[in-house]
């Protein structure tokens, strides 16, 4: 299974930008994706995911009320629609699931980094 994420770049305060992650494979199943972010002197740390048991969608706090986690069942795929970018969101943003394979059972996987910088 691998995850590919795409989306990104350069933005001015109060713009918007989506992320996309995209799980590809055979014989998996989802159980949760999500993205994380981490800015320079600070740990990752999770912006938002989706628990397929319940479709469940969480967020950071930071977060609320600008960003929305979508997921795409058929295409198994999780954007992330990022509205009212600040400065303080500019940092590389990875997405993770936890998916299950048949024989080998559940694992995470973590999909290349992307840049996300908020400036004027």
């Known amino acids: 299974v691998q995850l590919q994420a795409s989306g990104g770049g350069l933005v001015q305060p109060g713009g918007s930008l989506r992320l996309s992650c995209a799980a590809s494979g055979s014989n998996f199943r989802i159980n949760s994706m999500g993205w994380y972010r981490h800015a320079p002197g600070e740990q990752r740390y999770l912006v938002g995911d989706f628990v397929t048991s319940g479709n469940r969608i969480n967020y950071a706090d930071s977060v609320k009320g600008r960003f929305t986690i979508s997921r795409d069942n058929a295409r198994n795929t999780l954007d992330l629609q990022m509205n009212n970018l600040e400065p303080e969101d500019t940092a590389i943003y990875s997405c993770?699931?936890?998916?299950?394979?048949?024989?080998?059972?559940?694992?995470?996987?973590w999909g290349q980094g992307t840049q996300v910088t908020v400036s004027s």
């Open positions: 993770n699931a936890n998916i299950w394979t048949l024989g080998t059972g559940s694992q995470l996987y």
